[in-house]
């Protein structure tokens, strides 16, 4: 008798990739964003919001707190009616951005309830930066195993230092800071392309911030926040992605609706590997001829503008297929190589070294099998490696890829690939997160 059904990812290899990809909107601007809804009774419209379920779920969120959602990619968010301050632990566990809503909370309501964050496990990604910061603004924090519990009368402006650039403590700052009382100071603020998002569109709606893209950002409060319209930017990290795939099975690929200085380090990594690389006005071309080898090219992720940690264990799946030994240090997160373990069940030579350092001996045949896809990013390094593999491979707990990517199965299948979205029974295999 079948089991139960989950969704996978069904992926023959040996296909080329050619043709153009539109890139969504990035996830990771847009929970924010949608986030400081709560800081305005007036409508916030935001356009070119990806659709992918953790947007859905910050839309539940928004509207078990007492507001409004309306539409997809163009979404309407009215937040007038809200009146809880309390994020319900089954909407909250199911990813790591439901943190950012404390700031927002604490600005709107003054308190804010909420579980502690669930998402991705690649280590501990520390939020006492985020409750150091809003203890330094007047806020009193509570924490427990399970939840999070802020309260402050009135928040007042501050001078916060982060220890390390932090992107969700310097949105959560942001957040707080634009309504509290005088000027907040961040040091060593993140400078992602989806925090300075965040803060052009919280300027839009009324809020005084300047140095956006530094390390130092300024908030002058002001009393009130008013509606406005804004256009997430494009997602760099799924435009990273796509470069990525296409220098490692070959071919030629045009990623459209993207700023291709988003992903400088990146694309200077390509080049050294020896993928080809033209950048347009909001566009970029990377491609790879058959007959070229891959060169090994030694990387470390940082912070922006560093190397996305987010795209390391692409680039690892990437230089499976060079041709030598590639060092891969990962600075930002301390649990980030869970998929050692599921490219090593496809042919990959790779050791670990200490919990920073990866090493791959490529090149590397790989084979098709069937897979656990452990977290989002983990699940894009196997669909890259699963187009260079021989065979056919079954990649399961596709849900976490549906998370972070809008339609990755057809926009690959759309320039080449042979990829199909299944739904399977389950089978006893490497376990997953039950949330990320």
């Not at 982060?162 to 005088?182: H, K, M, Q, R």
């Not at 694309?267 to 993928?275: D, N, R, S």
């Not at 692409?314 to 590639?326: E, F, I, P, W």
Request: aromatic residues 4%; charged residues 20%; proline residues 3%.
């Amino acid at each position: 008798m079948a089991g139960n059904q989950q969704r996978a990812l069904r992926i023959t290899g040996g296909a080329q990739l050619a043709g153009s990809v539109c890139i969504s909107g990035s996830k990771n601007a847009a929970l924010p964003e949608m986030a400081a809804a709560l800081l305005t009774k007036e409508t916030i419209r935001l356009n070119n919001v990806p659709r992918v379920s953790d947007t859905v779920v910050m839309a539940e969120i928004l509207t078990y707190l007492g507001g409004t959602s309306q539409g997809e990619g163009n979404v309407s968010l009215g937040m007038a009616g809200a009146r809880a301050s309390e994020v319900p632990a089954d909407l909250g566990r199911r990813m790591r951005a439901t943190i950012v809503l404390l700031g927002a909370l604490l600005g709107r309501f003054g308190r804010a309830r909420l579980p502690r964050p669930g998402g991705d496990d690649i280590g501990a990604r520390r939020v006492e930066q985020h409750l150091r910061g809003l203890r330094q603004m007047g806020a009193h924090v509570v924490e427990t195993d399970t939840e999070i519990i802020a309260e402050a009368e009135r928040l007042r402006g501050a001078r916060i230092v982060f220890d390390l650039p932090t992107v969700t403590g310097t949105e959560n700052i942001l957040l707080a800071a634009v309504l509290a009382e005088g000027r907040t100071e961040i040091f060593n603020a993140a400078r992602e392309p989806h925090v300075q998002d965040l803060s052009r569109l919280l300027v839009k709606m009324g809020a005084r911030i300047e140095g956006i893209g530094s390390e130092r950002l300024v908030v002058d409060g002001v009393r009130d926040l008013g509606g406005a319209e804004h256009t997430v930017i494009a997602d760099y990290l799924e435009a990273g992605t796509y470069a990525l795939a296409v220098a490692a099975t070959g071919g030629e690929l045009r990623l459209d609706c993207s700023r291709p200085e988003d992903l400088n380090m990146v694309l200077l990594k390509l080049e050294q590997a020896g993928a080809h690389v033209e950048v347009g006005d909001g566009w970029f071309r990377v491609g790879r001829q058959a007959k070229t080898r891959l060169r090994p090219n030694d990387m470390s992720t940082w912070t922006f503008p560093g190397f996305p940690t987010d795209l390391q264990a692409q680039y690892m799946a990437l230089m499976t297929q060079a041709d030598g030994k590639t060092v891969i240090s990962e600075y930002v997160h301390e649990n980030r190589f869970q998929h050692v373990a599921q490219l090593a069940k496809m042919g990959a030579g790779i050791t670990v070294e200490g919990r920073l350092h990866a090493v791959v001996h490529g090149p590397c045949r790989l084979h098709g099998t069937d897979l656990a896809i452990p977290d989002i990013r983990s699940g894009a390094a196997l669909v890259i490696a699963a187009m260079c593999a021989q065979g056919e491979s079954l990649l399961r707990n596709s849900w976490h890829v549906e998370r972070g990517y809008e339609d990755m199965a057809g926009k690959l299948e759309s320039v080449g690939a042979q990829i199909e979205s299944v739904t399977v029974d389950e089978e006893s295999g490497p376990s997953s997160n039950i949330y990320e």
